[in-house]
């Protein structure tokens, strides 16, 4: 026999080597971990790891048995001297045979009643019997998730939240490629496949913060495509809905904070939707989800909109960059100075024009970067007394200016460059010969009124949103300012 110190030198190292890795490895598993399926907090979760567990121990009975079996074998029959003579040959045995074609046949039997019971529990949909069912969409973007409620039309991203004990039923979807969507402690995982809904329940017993993980290789920023799942009371969840359609309120003149929103709306409010606190705003911002990705796929190469998340009320979130990072003042000026310092691969430094420098940096001085930053940190659900739309006028004056920075100019520039829709120079001039038998107020008014109605040639429909909300008075103030433009 060979002892350890006569083993060749490659093959200890070999050992030493793997030995602490596969330590290190397997107390990845241990039940407090984040990431563990032996931790459980729901139901689905625990029968998964109970089925798990006894599975387990019926694989460790049978190693046990046909290893000791072959060991034992191989000892008591080993060749004891340098004789040539063959042991004694056989063939077939009826009772050996029959024995181990039955048992392994009991084993699949009582595998296969637990393994059934909890597919037809788990892929059934969610149960009525536990609970009022919460509806959720969740939504596989590269590489971040979505969060749609459709019964109470909050949508949110990267960060879930839902009540505890209640069944919560998940309609999965993917706008790319395939992604799956996978929360440990809580429930197992399933894949979001593109054009393909696939459903999933869960249900959380105990309130806390668990993670969630893209489970599925989906393009180089996979392994940092997490989410968090918030479980709440069921009176915290009613309150985080209520929040959600509360506005924020608006930063005091002059400050940090109400620079960063200007700079906000002129760069990044063509693809982040900050309010959709709103009624009609849920609705809204879907439709301009999916035009933000018409407007990428159709080219793919320079487009300069993309899918991304909704950042209402982002002050209340605990993570950065799907739930890489903790979110604080420093980490933010971090991302929105260069995001792939942070999550390589992001489309937001692919394509949003602030990044269009030399080495990828923002375009931005630092103090601005700070604004912004402040500013998305003070998002939070207001006192309620804000008027829910972005820029409207609550009697007095309006201010054009103000209202075309705030809600145009992330999409239209003044000059001649497009944005994400045309450069307005000259729309003055033009305006009244655009459509025939429209002047050019109402060419401009219907513009505002009816995105839609005329599009120019070269540009995505659906993409802007209607801008009625506004009021009359804005819309008459924001027609006679583009008339200005010659
Ligand atoms: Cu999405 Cu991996």
Known sequence: MHRVSK???????ALLLIVPVAVG?????TPDNNQSTFGTA????SDQADLFIFIFWIAVVVFILVEGAVIYASIRYRRRSKSDKLPYQTHGNDKLEITWTIIP?????????????DIWEQQNGAPTDRGEVLSVEAIGHQWWFEFRYPDHEVITANELHIPVNRPVGFKLESQDVIHSFWVPKIAGKVDMVPLNDNYLWMMADEVGEYYGQCAEFCGIAHAHMRFRVIVHTEEDFNAWVAGMHTASDPPAAGSAEASGKTLF????????????TAPGSYAQEISSQQARWNGWVSDIENSGIVSAPNLTHFGTRSTLASGIKDLNQESLVEWITDPSSIKIGTRMQDHAAIYKTADGKAKLTADEISDIAKY???????SGTTDQ????SIGGDVDAVELFTTNCAACHSTGDDKIVGPGLAGIGDQAGNRVDGLSADEYLEQSLREPDAYIVDGFTPGLMPNWEKLGDDSIDALVTYLKTMK
């Open 7 to 13: 083993l060749p030198v490659s093959l200890r190292t």
């Open 25 to 29: 490895l397997l107390a990845a598993c």
């Open 105 to 117: 046949v009991l084993i699949l039997i009582a595998i296969a009643i637990p393994t059934l019971t």
């Open 376 to 382: 998305l940190l003070s998002l939070k659900p207001g």
């Open 42 to 45: 729901g139901p689905v979760a």
């Open 265 to 276: 709306a002129g760069n990044c409010s063509s693809c982040h939707t900050t309010n959709s």
């Open 389 to 392: 739309t972005m820029g409207a």
